[in-house]
């Protein structure tokens, strides 16, 4: 079992930026596809970003590219989603997940477990 806590969410204005963190209580963290995904009021979730376990692979929804940058750190067992230039369509709670070992994170099937959220609320 692994459990995956958020931190870092909050209230803020469009244009401005935001640093999610994503800790996990396991060892070989690092054998793990982590994955940041969102869920907006009344839609469905959806990915957001996703990084393989050596950190060397990245993928992004479109609307996200050039604003937000996904990372990890093996060492911390912490995955990061650095959050820029954040628009009022970006508010949702995001989830933190940690993939099958195959997969790339990229869909809701591919995910092994999930963090309870944080919410990130941009006002335009």
């Known amino acids: 079992q692994v459990q995956l806590v958020e931190s870092g969410g909050g209230l803020l204005q469009a244009g401005g930026s935001l640093r999610l963190s994503c800790t996990a209580s396991r060892r070989a963290f690092s054998s793990y596809p982590m994955g940041w995904f969102r869920q907006a009021p009344g839609k469905e979730r959806e990915f957001v970003a996703s990084i393989s376990g050596s950190g060397g692979r990245t993928f992004y929804q479109d609307s996200v590219k050039g604003r937000f940058t996904i990372s990890r750190d093996n060492v911390e067992n912490t995955v990061y989603l650095q959050m820029n230039s954040l628009k009022p369509e970006d508010t949702a709670v995001y989830y933190c997940?940690?993939?099958?070992?195959?997969?790339?994170?990229?869909?809701?099937?591919?995910?092994?477990?999930w963090g309870k959220g944080t919410l990130v609320t941009v006002s335009s």
């Open positions: 997940a940690a993939g099958l070992s195959y997969t790339d994170a990229r869909r809701i099937n591919d995910i092994a477990y």
